[in-house]
Each structure stands twice: as structure tokens, then as C-alpha cells.
């Protein structure tokens, strides 16, 4: 924030690391008072949220096995139902945090780029949502089911499932944040390119972590597409980078 410039009554003055911090701390609890109305919100229509986050698992008798485990669980969906209504807010304070710090020319961009990350985050939750849950969770059951019968309990599928769609959806977004970085020139295409092998070995292990299942088919539904993202990055920040020069 070295370059922002804050107005006052008497003209400018350059903001303190303190002030700073103060004004972060500021924002901060405002967006959490206003995560804590949203979630509440979402606690009236938890009942619907379970049955949009349930339906890749349809058919199958989800239980639980602990007196407090549904408060945990219902908690959980209220909290992640919560995030989403109050991600404008969120977004809304986060802008007024950086912008004093950004030229206009970088504000231009940053703005253009909004509408951007809000469709990739989207895409990237409904590609997990619909392609990547499914066949998890198809792989989960069948997995050893000659065995034992396989008992699910609610909070183990609810904490895979809010924890696999944000994840992608948020992975989606290096496209949009690799142009706009070129753009401002903080981000060299060249350095993105060079990076490739390391990149294509950490979305691997990315897959690894983020999927529940440990076969190749799984994963690589998730690493593949972060690979064509990557790539898509270089592509994007190539061209961004070009038309800056320009």
C-alpha cells in the first residue's frame, strides 16, 4: 500500500502501516457481522441447501451416528450458504481496501476483471458440482463394497462436497488473475511459461489433495483441467501483456 494516498478535510496524507492495519480490521469485522446475518438467513432455508448439496448423492441413505453431529453438519451448510450471499459485501469491502493503492488505469482493469472472476468462480463450482462429486462419490461407494456394506455418514459426504466445489471453483480463477497481474505488469508471461513442469506436477498434486479418491481417473479429471487453465493463463497473459505494451 506504499503508493496509496488517502483524502481528508485538509487534502492528502499517506496512510500509517497502523492505519492500515486499522482500516483492514475495520473491514474485516464488518464482513463478518455481515457473514453472520447471511448465515443466519441460510439457516431458515438450511432444508433446501441440503437437498441441492445431496442430489449428486441421490439414492443413497446418508446417516448419522453422534447426538450433536447434525449441528455440526447443518452449521457447516449454513456457514458455506452464508459465504455465498455475502461474497458481493465481501468483494464490495476487499475493493475498497485495495483501491486507494491501485492507479486509475490499474482500477480500470481491476474493475473489468470483477464480472470475470465472479463467472469463472461459478463455472468452476458447477464443474465440480456436476462432473467431479458424482463420480467421487460413485467410486467411494463401490470401493470395497463386496466387503461391507457402505454406510454414509452426513457429515463425511457434506465436508467432501464443501470442500471439493469451492476448491475448484477457486482454482478456475488463475485465468482471470494471471491477465489481470500481465496487465499491471507484475505477472511476465515468460516466467508463467517457464514455470510449466512445476506446474503441471503441482496441479497432480493438487488433484491429490483436493479428490477423496486415490485413483487415477478421479484425479485426473481435477489435474487436467487445472493443466488447460494454466495453460489458458500463459495464453491470456501473453496477450494482455502485449496490448499493454502496445
Known amino acids: 500500500m506504499g503508493r496509496g494516498l488517502r483524502a481528508d478535510m485538509g487534502g492528502e496524507k499517506r496512510l500509517t502501516i497502523l492505519g492500515h492495519l486499522g482500516e483492514l480490521r ?63 459485501y465481501i468483494i464490495f469491502e476487499f475493493i475498497g481496501f485495495v483501491a486507494p493503492a491501485l492507479t486509475r488505469r490499474e482500477k480500470t482493469y481491476f474493475y473489468l476483471v470483477l464480472p470475470w472472476m465472479a463467472l469463472m468462480f461459478l463455472g468452476g463450482a458447477a464443474f465440480g458440482y456436476f462432473v467431479l462429486v458424482p463420480p467421487a462419490v460413485k467410486f467411494l461407494l463401490k470401493l470395497g463394497s463386496e466387503i461391507a456394506a457402505p454406510q454414509i455418514r452426513v457429515e463425511s459426504y457434506i465436508s467432501l462436497v464443501t470442500r471439493l466445489v469451492p476448491a475448484i471453483g477457486l482454482v478456475f480463477e488463475t485465468p482471470v488473475v494471471a491477465t489481470f497481474l500481465a496487465r499491471i505488469d507484475i505477472l511476465k508471461p515468460d516466467w508463467l511459461a517457464g514455470k510449466r513442469k512445476l506446474a503441471i506436477i503441482f496441479a497432480f498434486v493438487l488433484a491429490a489433495m483436493i479428490t477423496p479418491t486415490v485413483d487415477p481417473i478421479n484425479q485426473s479429471l481435477v489435474a487436467v483441467p487445472l493443466v488447460v487453465l494454466y495453460e489458458m493463463s500463459i495464453w491470456l497473459a501473453r496477450l494482455a501483456y502485449r496490448r499493454r505494451a502496445a
Open 26 to 88: 475495520r473491514r474485516l469485522l464488518r464482513c463478518l457481522f455481515a457473514l453472520a446475518i447471511t448465515s443466519t438467513v441460510a439457516f431458515v432455508f438450511y432444508r433446501r441447501l441440503f437437498d441441492i448439496l445431496i442430489l449428486p448423492a441421490r439414492g443413497i441413505d446418508l446417516i448419522f451416528i453422534e447426538m450433536t453431529e447434525m449441528v455440526g453438519v447443518i452449521t457447516r451448510v449454513c456457514f458455506a450458504g452464508g459465504l455465498v450471499l455475502a461474497m458481493p
